[in-house]
């Protein structure tokens, strides 16, 4: 297998509502996708999901672009591989920068299971022919707004509602939400928000019952993680903290967290992902898939990986119609009673429209 040309394309869509974490808002969604073209014409889509500004990690999309650009291109463009598993060898010495890693290697998979003739989440292994979905909902202007939000995702059938947290919108916020919602499973995500300094106010989430409390302290902190899990009856989930196997190890051994969100692109790819799903599995500590407000393209490797049997806990890959007015993919991702239908076709199972990804290409460049 050998990736001749690639296309890399500087995305921006309009989401259908603005969305809000402990960071900021945005509403304006700036990405990379990156189709790869094999010597036969076919091609294999990745997402980059760093973002416009480097709030959630240290990456953006202009930092991908000269990292794919300038290295990883380079690197990639008409090797010989025999498998994608070769692509992260192959960027090993290339210091973190995972998101752009994981936007070529995405496109190696893509390609290697359509040469194969399989569905992407076949090729990882993945033996799911549906999953189960659960949505995550940004900090609104009033608990009424986000309360008639909830209600109307209950009612679509997500399996599992994450409520987005920061200080002065929590332990309120979430004591109406389980007031109204006594049944539905929740979870909340501070996306490090907070310090070991209020503990007391986490410990009094412990009173709602949540699946888990998700990324409450600093990115790169595990330590002060487990200090909290082991005061907090609450399974701590990390997200921002994990960005490669070694990581999950490291968390896991210090019982930083008890769940952990798996997001492709912050561990630099599938094969990584997969690695760390594995470990997981062998640990006991379940795992589920994140989001990053992605495209059609995005989402469909998520959807793939997601089919893997230790993804026991619903992700946050709604349906395309929940972010966009119109996807890039077709057919787009819809969701039925909170479940995914996973694709039996080759490759992603979702084409990627060129029409579509024209009208919201700000910038393209060809690399052979
Ligand atoms: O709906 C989605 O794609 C996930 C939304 C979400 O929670 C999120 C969105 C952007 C950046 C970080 C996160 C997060 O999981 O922390
Ligand atoms: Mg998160």
């Not at 200080?167 to 309120?172: A, M, Q, S, T, Y």
């Amino acid at each position: 297998m050998k990736v001749t040309e690639v296309v890399l394309r500087h995305m921006k869509m309009r989401m259908k509502a603005p969305f809000t974490t402990s960071f900021g808002t945005f509403q304006d969604k700036e990405f990379l996708l990156l189709e790869a073209k094999d010597e036969n014409g076919v091609s294999g889509w990745g997402e980059s999901v760093a973002f416009h500004s480097p709030w959630y990690n240290e990456e953006t999309l202009k930092t991908n672009w000269h990292m794919l650009e300038d290295f990883i291109i380079p690197n990639l463009l008409n090797k010989e591989m025999q498998h994608p598993d070769e692509v992260s060898e192959t960027l090993s010495y290339i210091r973190k920068n995972n998101m752009a890693k994981s936007a070529f290697e995405g496109a190696v998979w893509e390609l290697y299971a359509k040469q194969k003739g399989i569905p992407l989440a076949k090729a990882l292994g993945g033996t799911a022919n549906e999953i189960e979905v659960g949505i995550s909902i940004g900090i609104q202007d009033s608990i009424d707004e986000l309360l008639n939000l909830i209600d109307e995702y209950v009612k679509e059938g997500y399996k599992r509602i994450k409520v987005k947290i920061k200080p002065g919108w929590d332990v309120e916020v979430m004591r109406e939400v389980r007031k109204h919602f006594p049944d539905v499973a929740l979870m909340a995500d501070a996306n490090s928000a907070y310090t070991l300094e209020d503990i007391n106010l986490l410990k009094q989430l412990d009173e709602f019952d949540l699946m888990m409390i998700e990324q409450p302290l600093a990115s790169d902190d595990i330590i002060d993680h487990a200090v909290l899990q082991r005061e907090l009856i609450t399974p701590v989930c990390l997200d921002e903290s994990i960005h490669s196997y070694e990581d999950a190890r490291k968390a896991i051994e210090l019982e930083s967290c008890k769940i952990i969100n798996i997001k492709i692109g912050r561990v630099g790819g599938l094969t990584e992902s997969k690695k760390i799903h594995d470990l997981c599995q062998e640990r006991g500590i379940p795992v589920w898939c994140g989001g990053m407000l992605e495209s059609g393209i995005g989402r469909a490797h998520n959807i793939a990986l997601t089919t893997l049997s230790n993804f026991i806990m619903p992700g946050d890959t709604a349906a395309s119609s929940r972010y966009w007015e119109k996807d890039l993919i077709d057919p787009e991702v819809t969701v039925e009673d909170g479940m995914i239908k996973v694709p039996g076709k080759p490759g992603l199972g979702y084409e990627p429209s060129y029409e579509t990804i024209k009208q919201f290409t700000v910038f393209e460049k060809s690399f052979s």
